[in-house]
């Protein structure tokens, strides 16, 4: 069972800037692929940013320039860098973990983030 903690989310204004964490309780190596996801009021959860084991990224068009996933393997912490926020990116950011074979997908508690025209 992988724990994870969120945090740095908050409200911001329009092409400011904020960084999110998402401490693990297991090794980060342990685990094959962390992602961030956002939800919106009346939308569908979505990928953000996604980071595999190996060092490969993945990022949603909208977000691509602007947010960067990362990872401090001695902390076991993964971050996700928002830059030039806008107000669209308004959402619940979820921190995800996935172990293959078999799936398993953990996820946690989540953290607002707010942007203001």
């Not at 990872?71 to 921190?95: F, G, H, I, W």
Request: proline share 3%.
């Amino acid at each position: 069972q992988v724990q994870l903690v969120e945090s740095g989310g908050g409200l911001v204004q329009a092409g400011g800037s904020l960084r999110l964490s998402c401490a693990t309780s297991e090794s980060i190596f342990s685990i094959n692929a962390m992602g961030w996801y956002r939800q919106a009021p009346g939308k569908q959860r979505e990928l953000v940013a996604a980071l595999m084991r190996v060092g490969s990224t993945n990022y949603a068009d909208s977000v691509k320039g602007r947010f960067t996933i990362s990872r401090d393997n001695a902390k076991n912490t993964v971050y996700l860098q928002m830059n030039s926020l806008k107000p669209e990116d308004t959402a619940v950011y979820y921190c995800n973990a996935e172990r293959w074979y078999p799936t398993r997908s953990y996820w946690g508690q989540g953290t607002q983030v707010t942007v203001s025209s």
